[in-house]
């Protein structure tokens, strides 16, 4: 397919050069910081939000609560990996030109990108990345899709990205990490689970603590389910059996 976006008076071309134009208005050393952001920093933030969402699941709640928090951590860069995956034959089939080819005027940031442009793998991987840990958790979720946003403003500020390419790697990096995510969870529950219990692997899923307190409670063979008690349940027992 042809090029999208290539008439001057369309609106993603517009928005282009508003958002690019502030490249231009800009100091050098706001440019540089942009363009490190842009190709490499948020993707590291990505990272360490990932990691402190890992480190953070583990030590809290209850053990079953932690086996499916950390499968949902692990699903969040598979689903960035099969999204990026899926881009390929979508960019094949459009044939996108980046805007800098098609485009007179633009300031651009970062130099050697001759690939297509639709879509954009950053934005793809890393609202694929926001949306795996919003299903774990909302707060590390909400953070990091506000980076994954900041990552799409920053493609079209450096140039190599139009609008609608960064909008169409947000939709699909939210459809992928969502539409596959029952089946990812199915697959990766168990084998979590089965981590959980290794004498050494088990701390990847639960902390000290939860670890011990899992193996009192593996008696039952399950994973976070106390052993059933006879009678009355702890503390309020007696009144409870005395009512």
Known sequence: MAGLALDGSNPD???????????????????????????????????????????????????EDSVTAVAGIVWAPLAAGIALLVNIPIRGFVERQRPFREHAGLEVLVEGKNDFSFVSDHATMAMALAVGLFVVNRKFGVVAIGLALLEGFCRVYMGVHYPTDVVGGLAL??????????????????LTAAVSRSDRLGRLVRS????????????????GIREPRSGAVCGDGEKDLAA
Not at 25 to 49: N, Q, T
Not at 173 to 190: F, K, R, Y
Not at 209 to 216: C, L, N, P
């Open 13 to 63: 071309v517009g928005l282009l050069y508003e958002i690019n134009g502030l490249a231009k208005s800009a100091p050098a050393w706001f440019d540089r910081i942009m363009e490190f952001v842009g190709e490499y920093g948020i993707m590291l933030g990505m990272v360490l939000l990932v990691l402190w969402c890992w480190w953070s699941v583990r030590r809290r709640g209850t053990a």
């Open 173 to 190: 990096g939210t459809a992928v990490a969502l539409l596959l995510s029952p089946l990812a969870m199915m697959l990766l529950t168990p």
């Open 208 to 223: 000290r603590g939860s670890s011990s307190a899992a193996r009192r409670g593996g008696r039952t063979g399950t994973i």
